[in-house]
């Protein structure tokens, strides 16, 4: 199988072992299964397995699959992405759509030049949607030149209802580096923008190197951008992990890179055309040790604006644990701060945050994968929830269909873990991996999140609404919330002005007929719930 999620989450696994002093291990470990039947709905979680094509594009019937990352742009419709392979580890990129009741699965197409042979590594690792119906995806897939296999970036993009795939091009030429892309982020239903980074393959007198990549996606061509610049103390080993844009100009980018001690977290910012670049800071329980060995990297990113996000990875404390890092943008500094794990997580940590969706300031989600038990394997998804400064864990639930015990085999084991999570504005959320018996033997997971999962309240349009004096005329006043909220009025409107409320949106129209011009103070209130309200002063002025 290409490098599924089960697969990366077990050798980071492996480098956390290395980390705390455990000893050598194989990259994929054995596991407990689930303790028993995992109804849906723990933890206000319903879990199901990912449908699998009928067929796959080689004819052979689909064995196994994972999931790596979900978009939902609305409550009736989300993509995720990943791969699926057949008994002769063939894969392709796994694509499931969601109608807002229902789950289906196809594969997304590949570059003429992909290699039809066995073991080609298709994968999609991460995919936005800008609206419902267009969105953009990358991974990687190999190509063969009857000689070498080399692994090359995968770009898609949807539009009309078929995906189209596009090479990622390198400016050192076709097949010149191992290539990842990692990232993807559609700002509007038009514009997105992947990044990854290359390993450009040296000779004899020229060395191998690292880079970095982005390319963006307008007028529905994907087009390779100048490579952005990483931290003076780079060294070695570079990966960009994922990306968030507001717009084209302004993106934040997050992963990893090596410098002369360890490996460090990393940020890049694109502000108005102009990238910068920083070293991510750790909680003050980090171990910051030179030569410290383990792991400090960011995997997951989500801005609701320019000057509100949260990112989501891994670091090593002073204790040698692995625990779950978070880290928020506020004000124009970034804030690191220790992520919570479920209660039955074992005490010398083993966890990692991998997705992180936030669709509105203070209400992220992300979420990731943790050890009950290293030693006797067992590994499960997590949830963490965020409420204004505080963040809370919970454990995914799998299927009925993953626990052994279901079956009457108390030996079978399970693996799960969660790798993307995405959550609309209307409070419908979708977090996806994989879980099964082994690595090798995958089925794509998904967790609906419950819907009507609360936003914060805000009233979005103007503090001042301009009428003119015996002129027909109307203001709308705007709310954003999850429940929808209630916007209502009180106060005295001039003479000839009437308030029409409503859910989300609400009016003040008429003919003003007032003796004197000038301004008359309102209060507009939006609530979506008995103890859930906030008020704005309206000033309804009256010009002559």
């Known amino acids: 199988m290409s490098e599924s999620s089960m697969v990366r989450r077990a050798v980071a696994g492996a480098v956390m072992v290395a ?93 003429a030049n992909a290699d039809a042979g066995p073991s080609n590594g298709a994968v999609l690792y991460s995919v936005s949607c800008g609206s419902d119906g267009t969105c953009g995806a990358a991974g990687d897939y190999n190509d ?46 038009t514009t997105c923008v992947a990044i990854g980074d290359v390993y450009v393959f040296g000779s004899k007198t020229v060395p191998s190197t690292w880079s970095t990549l982005i390319y963006l996606l307008a007028s529905g061509t994907w087009q390779l951008q100048t490579a952005i610049p990483v931290p003076s103390s780079y060294q070695n080993s570079l990966e960009l992990s994922s990306v968030s844009c507001a717009d084209e100009s302004d993106c934040v980018v997050v992963g990893s890179y090596e410098d002369a001690s360890s490996s460090q977290g990393l940020i890049l910012t694109l502000t108005s055309g102009s990238w910068s670049a920083e070293e991510a800071s750790l909680p003050s329980n980090a171990n910051t040790e030179p030569n410290a060995r383990g792991m400090k990297v960011l995997d997951s990113v989500d801005c609701v604006d320019a000057a509100d996000c949260v990112a989501g990875g891994a670091y090593v404390d002073s204790s040698g644990n692995i625990d779950p890092l978070l880290e928020i943008l506020q004000s124009g500094t970034w804030t690191p701060q220790e992520g919570p794990v479920p209660p039955d997580s074992q005490s010398n940590t083993l966890a990692a945050i991998t997705g992180v969706s936030c669709p509105a300031v203070g209400t992220c989600l992300a979420d990731g994968y943790y050890w009950t038990d290293y ?77 009507g999962r609360p936003i914060p309240l805000a009233i979005t349009s103007a503090g001042q609404a301009t009428f003119t004096d015996h002129r027909k005329s109307s203001f709308t006043v705007t709310a954003t919330g999850y429940p929808t909220p209630l916007i209502t009025e009180k106060g005295k409107l001039p003479k000839g002005l009437h308030f029409k409320k409503g859910k989300g949106s609400a009016t003040i129209s008429g003919t003003p007929a007032v003796k004197k011009p000038g301004s008359y103070p309102v209060t507009i209130t939006a609530s979506n719930g008995p103890t859930s309200s906030v008020d704005q002063t309206v000033s309804v002025v009256v010009g002559s």
């Open 19 to 111: 980390a705390l002093g455990l000893g050598a291990v194989t990259a994929v470990q054995p596991a407990h299964a689930a303790s028993g039947p995992v109804a849906a709905g723990t933890a206000g979680m319903s879990p199901s397995p990912a449908p699998l094509p009928t067929l796959l594009p080689n004819g052979n019937a689909p064995q196994s699959a994972t999931l790596y990352s979900s978009a939902c742009s609305s409550a009736s419709f989300c993509v995720a992405v990943g791969t699926v392979e057949d008994a002769e580890l063939d894969s392709y990129p796994l694509v499931e759509t969601y109608d807002g009741s229902t789950w289906s699965a196809s594969t997304a197409p590949l570059p």
């Open 144 to 189: 063969f030149d009857g000689t070498v296999q080399y692994q090359n970036g995968l770009l898609e993009a949807l539009s009309g209802g078929t995906w189209t795939a596009t090479e990622a091009t390198l400016a050192s030429g076709p097949d010149s580096g191992l290539v990842n892309l990692r990232g993807v982020s559609c700002p509007d239903a």
């Open 375 to 451: 030693q006797a394997g067992d590994e499960s998804g997590m949830v963490l929830t965020q409420s204004g400064p505080n963040w809370s864990a919970a454990s995914a639930p799998l299927p009925v269909t993953a626990s052994a015990k279901e079956s009457g085999n108390q030996t079978s084991t399970t693996i799960a873990g969660l790798d993307g999570i995405s959550c609309s504005t209307t409070g419908t959320c979708m977090a996806v991996g994989g879980f099964g018996p082994s690595a090798s033997d995958q089925q794509g997971l998904i967790v609906s999140l419950p819907a």
